[in-house]
């Protein structure tokens, strides 16, 4: 992923450059769900908990080059105007964790709030 630049108008590119274009057209429950996939470290839930008050941490085993490594997907539900935050945060985790590469899946979601009694 190092260096990697897309045409301009790429889909990925432009879904991004347009995302809070994108959300005035979303209905009221879709939200956009960020995914930081990482190495798992001890440090996540500080490093998280410094830029958002909630997240969910899924943990697993993945490789990179062939190898083995415990990793870890963050989940933050948010919307489009947040993802030069979610952006920093996975650069943040990257360089704090001296990692080659982070990434950040991006996509929209329907939120179904299930209430009690």
């Not at 697993?60 to 539900?77: D, M, P």
């Amino acid at each position: 992923m190092k260096g990697t630049s897309y045409p301009s108008r790429h889909p990925l590119r432009v879904s991004l450059e347009n995302a809070q274009e994108a959300h005035a057209t979303l209905a009221p429950n879709h939200m956009v769900r960020y995914r930081i996939l990482t190495e798992r470290f001890e440090n996540l839930v500080s490093l998280v908990a410094a830029y958002y008050d909630g997240a969910t941490f899924v943990h697993g085993e993945g490789s990179w080059k062939g190898q083995t490594e415990r990793s870890t997907a963050i989940e933050v539900i948010g919307t489009p105007s947040d993802r030069e935050r979610i952006l920093s945060l996975a650069r943040w985790i990257r360089e704090v964790n001296n990692q080659e590469s982070v990434f950040v899946e991006v996509s929209i979601v329907e939120l179904v709030k299930v209430e009690g009694k």
